[in-house]
């Protein structure tokens, strides 16, 4: 197939194929061809998953460890499913343990046997040919790699040591939406264009299967649901927009909302190519160095989506908190139980509502019940009258209570 230099193919090129679809027989990456091998052992296992997710990624993790083992083991796909019980469980824990013994995640390892005997499974072993293979052990809060959730004031440094606008329209945007990388990476300019115009001070970001067409893991678990942006995430976007507009014109509906900006890309292609899952950890990752965290190496996307979460589950500007079930919503989970059901996600005006009471601000807002009581204090002492129109604000860890002007 025809390319250019560091993997640079034209956008009307069809895509290469990738190892485990040329290994595997699976003569096409879209249309109707995509997804059938020729192996009757592979696609059982790909009709198997067709049926309980319509995930490409999901699909593509399973061949993939098949593929790692097939070329471990050097058996093709017919020759392993004709293997006796006994020997296929022999292979099967060792090329586990050989994977543990390169120091691999303890949750890594037991998702391939898991993976591995689904394949067996689909291809007859069952009953008592059930593949029976030894897990292993994984502690509680266990992680391989360590993680560090960064703090509000930190956020806000690492959105001020951003290299570009765009660097800090994406930090702003995945901390205060709580957005998962790939939905992020998915989001098309259309998808916010009417709020952003309109000048929304709190942007909906919607989520919803769909995405799945531009980016495999956009919508976890098919899970539909909506967020919102912060004023300053909002306010973000729009500088960046605005930038991105002088310098390669107008922005389509459906060009991605966070462009790529590698430089071999010519300048025309730059602004329609949509940012990766890597490149934006590494965005992240710089933005924590340059802002001093002494842990950035382990600030990531997903620690951001943590940061939210503390957001969420915090004393909100009325001194309230947020409901239980808006905060799950919000993180685009499925409530437990009966409670997904009978929750009610179609009221917009009242999620945005809810969403405007958490505080997002660099110093803390002070709570309303609290202004409200010092005034009434002040008001008691005979410094203020009622005919004073209040602002109250903090200011070096003091009250400032002044006429409105």
Known sequence: ????????????????????????????????ASWKSCYPSVQNLLDHLSRYTQSESSREKYLRHLLQFHRWSSLGPEQLVELPKRRAQLLIQGFADELAAKDRSKAYVNSVIKRLRTFFRVNGYIGNHKLEVHSYFVPTRYRKVPEYIPTKTEVFAMADAAGSRRDRGIILTLWSSGLRVSTLCSLNYGDVMDELERGEPYVMMQVNPAMKERVPDACKGQIPYYTFIWSEAGEALRSYLAERREKYGKIAPDDPLFHSDWTLWNREERSKRRLGRRAVGLIVKRAAKFAGIHQWKHVTPHTLRKSFESALRSPTVDGGRLDKGTQEFFMGHILPGTQDVY?????????REEYAKLDFSRSGILKRKTVDKLIDMAKLEGYLSDSWLFVAKVSDNRVVVRRST
């Not at 025809?2 to 990456?29: D, N, T, V």
């Not at 929750?343 to 999620?351: E, I, L, N, R």
């Open 1 to 32: 197939m025809p390319g250019k230099a560091f993997g640079k193919f034209h956008p009307e090129e069809p895509l290469a194929l990738r190892r485990f679809e040329i290994c595997f027989k699976i003569q096409s990456r879209k249309g109707a």
């Open 343 to 351: 929750y009610d996600k179609t009221k917009v005006d009242f999620h």
